[in-house]
């Protein structure tokens, strides 16, 4: 067979239908849907833990798994939710659409590339091999007297998919630096892009400090130092100080490109341009800045002097103001639009919405009083998993519905995805208002067990938790079945280039296919 022959065939056979065109691939359309692949994988894994640990709660007894066993699906859960699902999910998409966003024909760096997703999956099997009982956050020193190997495979697992996490970095902040095609400058370059290059920062800024962390940690357990143990002059407010240095902008790394996405397939979708785009990107310039100025607010319960509080608590409550200005830029772009409730509008407002409440409840904690009475109860559980479940959960659903007939050449089943936006919805809202509730009555985080007058609205969280676990089975199938059978897509499946909208994931993809293929 001639090489040219060998060439077509390649093009023609679909890549994922080889083993070792799955190992070697290093372009990053396919890269991408790697990541999309690997990200939904996890969100099934570290869903089916939150189930068994709602499980176990809907009675205020333990008699569904011991205590040990919890404290270890609380610890995979975390560590999985935040950096296999969340994150490689906008990975993916920043892998599949950044280069045809700005008209490259791949990432700066292909084989980087490549490296950075195939560490994932190494990194994921240490977590779940070693099997940690020290929750996601690791507090110190619980994390240094706990003998079980588990926590040195915890953190051998954090050191890989931060390595990952920056060398994905590096190639999109060059990519986006180097490739972009004549026309496309930063006064004109998409915002989900803004958000990709901003995001990137963040984690060049942020992971090596949580390496660093952890390094210690390492050291502390495995060679006699004795950083964060007090009896040898060390401190454990040190490893706070590190972890949520690194851990509030995390935050941003996960919600950024949520927001990214959604500031583009939200004009799209009602058919109207995109109001206030230079406030929406310099507010993602500002999120990012200022988002490395709030980590003490974790924290204002450890004992730390007023004046050094007092400018967290300033810094959280500057930091709502830019998100306050995407969500004003996003009602205006809906007003007078044509509205149509297809599903990935119905995903596009739920995020909306679902940010609107997450974020006010977040608000919330910036007063130091009132964070005195709410640290570590199932308000601050609620908090935050309505922003980094329900919200970002709500943009990747909106995202991936909106680009699956780029993706496959195929629609999906609308019913179906209307049954899923409704079983997402009513379930993530029983789920996490009860908590908010729990919290306010004085429920504590991480029990095991609890007192009976807390069993009604836990069983009602139960019951919200298996409606998303339904709605994410039907959404799964959904995809699984459109892919092989659904009917096919028109070029322009969202009518944006007919409504004078530019659609990037036409002109620019168009121009960098035929730099490829030449």
Not at 242 to 249: R, T
Not at 304 to 317: D, N, R, Y
Not at 329 to 335: D, G, I, R, V
Not at 363 to 383: E, K, N, R, S, W
Request: glycine share 10%; no cysteine.
């Amino acid at each position: 067979m001639t090489t040219a022959q060998t060439h077509v065939e390649r093009r023609h056979t679909p890549w994922y239908k080889s083993l070792r065109r799955i190992l070697t691939t290093t372009h990053h359309t396919e890269i991408g849907m790697l990541y999309f692949a690997f990200s939904y994988i996890f969100l099934i894994v570290g869903g089916l833990f939150a189930l068994w640990m709602r499980w176990e709660l809907a009675t205020p007894e333990g008699n569904v798994v011991d205590a040990n066993f919890y404290n270890s699906l609380f610890t995979v859960h975390g560590t999985l939710m935040i950096f296999f699902w969340a994150t490689p999910v906008f990975f993916g998409f920043a892998n599949y659409m950044v280069p045809k966003m700005i008209g490259a024909p791949d990432l700066y760096y292909p084989k980087l590339n490549a490296l950075s997703f195939w560490l994932l999956p190494v990194a994921a099997a240490l977590l779940l091999i070693g099997w940690p009982n020290i929750s996601w956050t690791g507090y110190a020193p619980l994390t240094v007297i706990q003998p079980d190997i588990g926590v040195d495979m915890w953190i051998l697992s954090l050191h890989i998919v931060g390595t990952s996490s920056i060398i994905g970095s590096l190639n999109f902040i060059v990519t986006i630096w180097r490739l972009r095609r004549p026309g496309i400058n930063f006064s004109n370059m998409p915002l989900f892009v803004w958000s990709i290059a901003v995001t990137a920062f963040i984690i060049i800024l942020a992971v090596p400090v949580l390496a660093f962390g952890l390094t210690l940690l390492l050291l502390d357990r495995n060679f006699g130092t004795q950083f964060y143990i007090p009896e040898g002059g060390g401190d454990p407010i040190l490893w706070q100080h590190l972890f949520w240095f690194f851990g509030h902008p995390e935050v941003y790394i996960l919600v950024l490109p949520a927001m990214g996405i959604i500031s583009e397939i939200l004009p799209r979708l009602v058919k109207r341009p995109i109001y206030g785009y230079k406030a929406i990107a310099y507010s993602t310039v500002l999120i990012g800045v200022l988002g490395f100025g709030v980590w003490a607010h974790h924290m204002f319960t450890t004992g730390m002097s007023i004046k050094a509080l007092a400018p967290f608590m300033l810094m959280t409550m500057a930091v709502a103001i830019p998100s306050g200005i995407k969500v004003i830029n996003w009602e205006a772009t809906l007003y007078g639009g044509k509205i149509r409730f297809n599903t990935p509008t119905l995903f596009t407002l739920s995020f909306i919405g679902t940010f609107i409440v997450g974020g006010i409840t977040g608000v919330f904690h910036a007063g130091i009083p009132v964070d005195f009475h709410l640290q570590d109860t199932y308000f601050v559980v609620g908090h935050f998993h309505l922003i980094l479940f329900g919200a970002i959960s709500q943009a990747a659903f909106a995202a991936t519905y909106y680009y699956f007939p780029h993706f496959t050449k195929r629609m999906y089943s609308e019913t179906l995805g209307k049954v899923h936006f409704i079983s997402a919805n009513v379930g993530q809202y029983l789920l996490y208002i009860p908590m908010l509730a729990l919290g306010l009555l004085g429920m504590p985080r991480r029990y095991y067990e609890y007192l009976p007058e807390f069993q009604g609205l836990h069983a009602l969280a139960t019951f919200g938790a298996i409606l998303i676990g339904v709605g994410t089975i039907i959404f799964l199938l959904n995809l699984l079945i459109s892919w092989k059978k659904g009917p096919a897509a028109s070029p322009d499946p969202w009518d944006a280039a007919k409504n004078g909208m530019p659609d990037f994931m036409g002109e620019a993809m168009n121009e960098a296919e035929a730099q490829r293929h030449g």
